[in-house]
């Protein structure tokens, strides 16, 4: 990877090219599946404005902060990577303002789904102390947590970017990901520490919820078996939200093994790290929630049928 001087550029590898029919390909998956999962959570998002009986339970408010997490991160990430196959370089400032929400956000996830674990735990170890400790006030102090210590993660890298690098670092192109533009030891460090920390957090709030749910749920208690569910999906997400974690090590230990296939090495991370989770989301609460489910199915159901009846007016004036 070298700077030239003048109008300065960062080149990336040579096989993360991909040919014109490749790229079109993947980036019209990319943006199908985005769309998709967005309209979903669009949905979801409008559903728990228009019932008020969503904004009174913690269970609905994190979800939904979560399903708006997801519509923001792949928003963000989709953009990112359209950005890179369109323009392959972009300009060091512009990068960090793309990477900077995906991060935020790509952080977000695994934390909130740790604190709707203990959400259920709560509810089905302690039923009868669950509307005390479990309040509105407190949902959203939570989600305060959740976003102050995603920024702890990112923020400081602009620190110690500016101060690191030479200032016509600022002004050089670069094939935008994380580790390219925050490519101090420093961060490279504090980076893997942080994933470290949250891996351990993330995992031991999963596994203490789900064996505590478990016994609960040897009395044949049916909330304590769906939320035993629950907590088994969430760790299935979560699973794939970690790859964020270690995926440094990943794209090395396979860019090794396979030594041409960056590109589709990193298509299959992006995929399965920042669309796959998200694709999750709306099946855990959004499908197997009885209660959501019945106000979601008639927002979904009214946009197929004013879809329909475009359609037959297009054809009776056709």
Known sequence: MNVTS??????PPVNYRDSFVIAVGKNVIVVVLGMTIN????????????????????????????????LLQLTTSITLFVFTYTFHTIYVPLCCLLILPAVFTTQNTPLNLAFMAAECYIAVCFPLRYNY?????????VIGIIW?????????????????????????????????????AYSLK??????ILFLV???????????????????ANTDANKARNT??????????????YVQPMIVTFL??????????????????????????????????DSTFRKYLKHYLLCAVNESNHVKKKLKALC
């Not at 400790?133 to 102090?141: A, F, G, L, M, S």
């Not at 957090?201 to 009395?219: E, H, N, P, S």
């Not at 860019?255 to 298509?267: D, Q, R, T």
Request: glycine share 4%; charged share 15%.
């Open 133 to 141: 400790i479990c309040t509105v006030k407190r949902t959203y102090t």
């Open 6 to 11: 003048g109008n300065k550029t960062l080149t």
């Open 201 to 219: 957090v993330v995992w031991i709030t999963l596994f203490y919820t789900y064996f505590r749910i478990l016994f609960v749920a040897k009395a």
């Open 231 to 244: 907590i088994l999906l969430h760790g299935f997400q979560v699973l794939l939200c970690m790859i964020t």
């Open 148 to 184: 102050t210590m995603s920024s702890l993660s990112i923020l400081p890298d602009i620190f110690i970017l500016l101060v690191s690098e030479p200032q016509d670092f600022l002004y050089a192109r670069v094939f935008c990901r994380r580790d390219n533009v925050f490519r101090s």
């Open 255 to 288: 860019s090794y093994l396979f030594p041409g296939g960056m590109a589709s090495i990193l298509f299959a991370i992006f995929v399965i790290n920042q669309i796959l989770p998200r694709f999750i989301s709306p099946i855990v609460y959004g499908l197997r």
């Open 190 to 195: 504090k980076r893997d520490a942080s994933h």
């Open 39 to 70: 309209y979903i959570n669009a949905t979801m998002i409008h559903t728990f404005n228009r019932h008020h009986i969503f904004k009174l339970n913690p269970r609905y408010i994190l979800f939904i902060h979560l399903v708006f997490n997801d």
